[in-house]
C-alpha cells in the first residue's frame, strides 16, 4: 500500500496569482493550516500557511534578523493588525509562498509516508515525482480516518465513496473514555 491510501486527490488549491486576500478566505472557511500552490498545469509550487500571513501582520521589528528579542512593549490593537492585513490583501499570494516543503510521491509505501508526515509535522503534498504535478494532499485527519475506519481495503479514493462502491471489511466502532474524553475509534482486534 501507497501514499494514495491516504491522500485527498480533491484539495482545494491556490494559484501564485490568487490574492492574499481570496487565500485567507480559503484558509479561514475551511479553518486549514497550509494550502497548496499550483500552476496552471497543475504543477507543485510549494504551500501558503496560516504562519506566513501571520508573518504580514506582526510588527516589523519582531520579524527582522537581528529584530527585538521581545515584544511585549508593543500596544498593537486588532484595528492595527487589520490595518496591516488590509495592505497586502490584493497583493498575490505568491508573496506568501513556502517552496521549502517535503513531499512524497503517490507510490511512496505507506508506513514511509506516515514517518514522513510524523516528522514534517504539517500537511503533506504528494507530488509525481516525474511530472511534478500535485496528485493530493495527505493531513493528520486523512490518516486518521482511514486508520480509524478499520478497513482492510482502503486503495479507493474517498472521492468514490457513497457513489455505488463501499469501503469493505468495516470493524465496528468501540467507545473510548480517556481522561474524561469519549471518542469513538474501530475495535482492535
Request: net charge neutral; with cysteine.
Amino acid at each position: 500500500m501507497t501514499a494514495r491510501l491516504f491522500m485527498d486527490p480533491n484539495p482545494v488549491l491556490v494559484h501564485p496569482s490568487d490574492t492574499i486576500g481570496v487565500t485567507a478566505g480559503k484558509i479561514m472557511q475551511r479553518r486549514y493550516r497550509s494550502l497548496p500552490v499550483v500552476d496552471d498545469d497543475h504543477r507543485f509550487l510549494g504551500v501558503v500557511t496560516v504562519n506566513s500571513m501571520l508573518y504580514l501582520v506582526l510588527p516589523k521589528a519582531a520579524t527582522m534578523k537581528m529584530g527585538v528579542d521581545s515584544i511585549a512593549y508593543f500596544d498593537t490593537t486588532l484595528d492595527d493588525l487589520r490595518s496591516r492585513l488590509r495592505r497586502h490583501i490584493d497583493k498575490p499570494v505568491s508573496v506568501c509562498l513556502d517552496e521549502d516543503v517535503v513531499v512524497v510521491d503517490p507510490n511512496t509505501p505507506q508506513l514511509e509516508t506516515l514517518l514522513t508526515l510524523h516528522h514534517a509535522k504539517s500537511n503533506l503534498p504528494v507530488v509525481d515525482k516525474t511530472s511534478g504535478r500535485l496528485e493530493g494532499m495527505i493531513s493528520y485527519y486523512d490518516v486518521g480516518a482511514a486508520i480509524l475506519n478499520g478497513s482492510q481495503k482502503l486503495e479507493q479514493p474517498r472521492a468514490m465513496a457513497g457513489k455505488g462502491t463501499e469501503i469493505s471489511n468495516r470493524v465496528p466502532p468501540v467507545k473510548l473514555q480517556c481522561e474524561g474524553f469519549i471518542s469513538y475509534r474501530a475495535g482492535c482486534g
